[in-house]
């Protein structure tokens, strides 16, 4: 992949900063912890007026090129946004969005412009398994939209396409989630002729799990800091400091893999499919294996509602579910290496 220069980097950090600042202010962890009467809140999610905040901050035209009314990045600077989103756990409707308005941008200039001014909103469905025509809809109320990724094919229906909704209990419940059943005959609005949609997709998740990874790692660290056990802190003993040691080698990986696959995408580089599915493995391992590290770390509180822990491995275990590229990661990854199936 092309190599950075400074200007590029200063760049990706202002985006960074900006986003992380965002999120701190408007949508941080804490808003996930129960009140003293052990209830949580139900304003969780992102509201009308946050959501046409972050369009007007451009977060969904990132991608989008200059003349179309985007910014003309190219994915890596999606990454470095659903990063920060997984950082927080926030909806995972950011990241379907930005995969649509790439995908309004080919033919809907109409649908463009209502993404990107955050009229518009665009939440995932992913299919049961294969062949069915059942669907899991991922915080998708109040969505207009829904985006399937099935291998590496984007399809983008109206929400209307999706009939007998009816609501089930989500492991992550900082997320709603529904079961729906896709129309008989109903048509996408937009569909893909190649993957690079799909290849988005799956970027944005891993990005999103990497996140989730750095995120158990920083809250492990500045536990360990100021938890006391003997008269000193836990981080002064040996196991602790191996466990977050472990815990910043598995961040470190999941980062080098999840970008150099968004730049190998973003270089039109030939392996950028493997690269791709690489990422989704390495980055789904290292936000599972941290956030179950966390809870460790924090001990007997770390399994409480009032411990932002637990929160990772939920979302970890969601984004892992999600993306419908499960198979697609494991033909690719073997057909690459000359394993046959």
């Given at each position: 992949p092309p190599a950075q220069d400074d200007g590029e980097r200063d760049v990706e950090q202002q985006i960074i900063d900006g986003v992380a600042g965002f999120l701190a202010k408007e949508l941080p962890l804490a808003r996930l912890r129960p009140g003293p009467d052990g209830e949580r809140s139900a304003d969780i999610g992102i509201s009308a007026e946050q959501w046409h905040e972050i369009a007007g901050l451009g977060w969904f035209g990132l991608g989008i090129p200059e003349e179309r009314g985007g910014a003309g990045f190219t994915v890596v600077a999606e990454m470095l946004v659903v990063r920060e989103v997984g950082r927080y756990a926030v909806s995972p409707s950011i990241s379907a969005t930005i995969a649509a308005a790439c995908l309004a941008a080919r033919a809907d200039s109409e649908l463009l412009a209502g993404l990107?001014?955050?009229?518009?909103?665009?939440?995932?469905?992913?299919?049961?398994?294969?062949?069915?025509?059942?669907?899991?809809?991922?915080?998708?109320?109040?969505?207009?939209?829904?985006?399937?990724?099935?291998?590496?094919?984007?399809?983008?229906?109206?929400?209307?396409?999706?009939?007998?909704?009816?609501?089930?209990?989500?492991?992550?419940?900082?997320?709603?989630?529904?079961?729906?059943?896709?129309?008989?005959?109903?048509?996408?609005?937009?569909?893909?002729?190649?993957?690079?949609?799909?290849?988005?997709?799956?970027?944005?998740?891993?990005?999103q799990l990497l996140g989730v990874a750095e995120g158990a790692l920083t809250l492990s660290v500045e536990y360990a800091k100021v938890r006391?056990?003997?008269?000193?802190?836990?981080?002064?003993?040996?196991?602790?400091?191996?466990?977050?040691?472990?815990?910043?080698?598995?961040?470190?990986?999941?980062?080098?893999?999840?970008?150099?696959?968004?730049?190998?995408?973003?270089?039109?580089?030939?392996?950028?499919?493997?690269?791709?599915?690489?990422?989704?493995?390495?980055c789904a391992e290292a936000a599972l294996a941290n956030a179950r590290s966390g809870i460790q770390i924090h001990g007997g509180i770390g399994f409480t509602a009032e411990c932002?822990?637990?929160?990772?491995?939920?979302?970890?275990?969601?984004?892992?579910?999600?993306?419908?590229?499960?198979?697609?990661?494991?033909?690719?990854?073997?057909?690459?290496?000359?394993?046959?199936?």
């Open positions: 990107l001014a955050g009229e518009r909103r665009v939440a995932f469905a992913s299919r049961l398994c294969a062949g069915s025509d059942e669907y899991h809809l991922v915080d998708a109320r109040g969505a207009d939209h829904l985006l399937v990724v099935d291998g590496m094919q984007a399809q983008l229906y109206g929400a209307a396409a999706f009939g007998e909704v009816r609501p089930v209990i989500s492991l992550d419940d900082a997320v709603t989630l529904e079961r729906a059943r896709l129309t008989a005959g109903a048509r996408p609005l937009l569909q893909e002729a190649d993957s690079d949609i799909g290849h988005r997709a799956s970027l944005h998740n891993s990005a006391e056990q003997f008269g000193q802190a836990i981080g002064s003993f040996q196991t602790i400091k191996h466990r977050c040691a472990d815990m910043a080698v598995m961040a470190e990986a999941a980062y080098a893999q999840a970008f150099f696959a968004g730049l190998s995408q973003a270089g039109g580089q030939r392996d950028a499919a493997y690269q791709i599915a690489a990422a989704k493995v390495i932002d822990a637990h929160v990772f491995l939920k979302r970890a275990h969601l984004l892992g579910q999600m993306g419908g590229e499960r198979r697609w990661v494991r033909e690719t990854l073997l057909s690459k290496t000359g394993v046959v199936a």
